[in-house]
């Protein structure tokens, strides 16, 4: 990685603005139903705190939209931050202001405190320049180690840059090599497993990894559009007419790579979603009318397994069903044993196959999980993320 880390400074007695994705579940008390952001970012904060810096942490939480609203504050992540670490992290009231300069200016090497979130103020996420100039005055250096955020150009990840020197901490560090690695020297042969509810949200990234796979396995409700484009009968399964042409144009062009396109050979159907009362698998590619395709069959769980079997590098990004559903998770739940069995660098881009992964309780069993579904995403598209763009480079 051509981007300085936080081994590559002197932290010392230094401010050490930290960004940090603490953007995490809260129950309707206030209680966190999922701490894995924080623990992420826990081996840069003890770094930091361990080289003597004077520790300020920075977070979003949720979608305030610029106003001070009090179920969105970040105590419930100070405090169970302050639990991990086993020392306390102050908890101040706002994110800029005199009152936070203070407290900053008095605090000692070794402590950390936690500014209030980023999105109670509109400056945030319009990246305006006074308010990351405000924010950048806090510290001597900024630490990036939020990668779930970037994808995004806000103060906090982009603006705060042009003040500051500015590295990644472990957790971007980390990602970024990961990512780099499946652009750049994948090991084939590449399988990349491709799932979710909508092919517009994944033109990009079925276009750049083309580039670069073998194989594309192709699950989740985006796979009936495929079918659909192929002449089979997807009965009442979701359809984006709009996606039409362009599923013909990346068939055309996987064939001109060489590149195999694998869907669904059967699948789990249901009548309705909701009540799944009625449930069952068909024997062939054809989905009578009136079933709508919830899950891939046991079928296709052995053609896609054998696949990953095979393979030297793989990619996952969507689940193959509504694997929220316990009747319509078999497929996920197949694909993510796959995975964790194989020889293969395994890469999970985040959101939704990252928790699936955990539901399972795969997660060790991976290379590497990532933090970010958007920047995940984004990355394997061949965008350039502007919160890794705009780190000072070696």
């Not at 795969?362 to 993320?385: F, N, R």
Request: proline share 3%; with cysteine; net charge neutral.
């Amino acid at each position: 990685m051509n981007k300085k880390s936080v081994k590559d400074v002197y932290l010392g007695g230094k401010r050490v603005l930290m960004r940090v994705d603490f953007n995490v579940p809260l129950d309707k008390s206030q209680r966190i139903t999922d701490d894995n952001r924080i623990k992420a970012a826990l081996p840069t904060i003890q770094f930091a705190l361990q080289e003597g810096a004077r520790l300020i942490l920075m977070s979003h939480l949720g979608r305030p939209k610029g106003e001070v609203k009090p179920e969105f504050s970040l105590k419930p992540a100070a405090k169970r931050l302050s639990e991990l670490l086993g020392k306390p992290v102050k908890m101040l009231n706002d994110c800029i202001g005199q009152e936070v300069k203070s407290v900053v200016d008095n605090m000692q090497e070794g402590e950390a405190v936690m500014l209030e979130n980023l999105r109670f103020h509109k400056e945030e996420e319009k990246n305006n320049p006074e308010f990351a100039r405000e924010l950048a005055s806090l510290g001597d250096i900024f630490v990036n180690d939020a990668f779930g955020t970037c994808h995004r150009a806000h103060a906090s990840t982009e603006g705060v840059t042009h003040y500051l020197e500015s590295v990644s901490g472990f957790l971007v560090e980390k990602e970024i090599e990961y990512f780099q690695k499946i652009l750049t020297s994948a090991q084939k042969p590449f399988v990349f497993v491709l799932g979710g509810a909508k092919v517009s949200d994944k033109i990009p990234v079925i276009e750049n990894m083309m580039e670069k796979a073998d194989a594309i396995l192709i699950g989740g409700a985006m796979a009936y559009t495929f079918m659909k484009v192929k002449g089979i009968d997807i009965g009442a399964s979701r359809l984006e007419d709009d996606m039409i042409e362009t599923v013909k144009n990346i068939l055309d062009k996987a064939k001109q790579k060489k590149v195999e396109i694998i869907l669904p050979i059967d699948h789990v159907i249901t009548d309705d979603i909701e009540s799944a009362q009625n449930v069952k698998t068909t024997d062939s590619q054809a989905i009578a009318s009136g079933w709508m395709g919830v899950d891939i069959g046991p079928k296709s769980v052995n053609l896609f397994s054998e696949k990953i079997k095979g393979a030297k590098t793989v990619v996952w990004n969507g689940p193959v069903g509504i694997f929220e559903k316990e009747k319509f998770a078999v497929g996920t739940k197949a694909l993510a044993a796959a995975i964790a069995q194989s020889d293969a660098t395994s890469v999970i881009g985040g959101g939704d196959s990252a928790a699936a992964v955990a539901k399972f309780g795969l997660a060790d069993k991976m290379s590497h999980i990532s933090t970010g579904g958007g920047a995940s995403l984004e990355y394997l598209e061949g965008k350039v993320l502007p919160g890794v763009a705009a780190l000072t480079d070696k």
